[in-house]
């Protein structure tokens, strides 16, 4: 069993290639859930719903969000009638939204919805939410203080940030599963994911560091050189007072990496990192990516 630890695009682009080596079955995933969100009626979980339509062959990949040849009908009537509404939504897309919304008001925790959903999709895969609380990431700005996907989706990024702030204001208890799936693990892989908006939130949900601390952990850096492949993780980690390279990502994860690996075109020098191609243009390259990861068990 492998476990990884998941935002909703780098990393889901290794689980990619993960698949075409190892049966789903043996896969989980840990989701960051600090970006969930609700909105018109819906309840958002952008990186499970990557994550889960990934495993179920739905995922658009190339967005890395939302359900491949989705249609707009509801969003064109909606934003006719919102003019505030900054998120498109498919239409496939938000009945999930809205099927997760009413589960959630009915008192059903985040963990037993995505399982309902992973059930209903025919994904057999472990996808597990952080945690059932929430902890929602937020940024401050002069605006104030605004959701990650008002920053990121709305603004474009574009807005000056001085904090990256959580709420509400103390560590979200991460889920016996999510425990489990990491006690159980043959080794626990840390994807080239945002690791301050993703990977951070789901190592402070208690128990989780002192779990990984007990298992073989490999993390894959998201930069390469002074930058992110995608993503406004150069940004947040300035914010953070860290480099924004993979000596910052490095640094961040401290301690509880085993093996960091960095790409092998990355000018930034991390001492004792493997280097790998971690571009993953293709399923192939992510295919081989995994491959290598494989061979540094
Ligand atoms: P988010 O939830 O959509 O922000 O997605 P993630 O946190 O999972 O992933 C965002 C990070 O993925 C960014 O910091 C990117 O630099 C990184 N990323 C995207 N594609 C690649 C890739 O092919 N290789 C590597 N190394 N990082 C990638």
Redesign the pocket.
Known sequence: MITFL????????LLEGARNILPDSEISVIV?TG?DIWYQGGHIS??VDTVMYLFAGLLNTDT?WGVRGDSFLTHEVLSTLLPDAYMSIGDRDRAVHIARAEWLKNGMTLTRVTQHLCSHFGVTATILPMSDSPYTTYVRTAKGDIHFQEYWVRYRGSTEISAVIHVPDEQPPATPEVTLAIRKADVVII????PV??ILPILSCTGVREELAQKKVIA?????GDG????P?AQLMKTMEYPADSTGVRALYADLVDVFIQ?ERDTAQVPGAVRLD????TPAIAEHLMREILTRL
């Open positions: 998941s935002g909703g695009t780098g990393t889901p682009k960051n970006e952008p990186d890395w994807g080239p994911s945002n908006t993703s894959i850096s998201p930069f390469i992110p492949v995608s993503g993780a790409d971690t571009l993953m243009k």
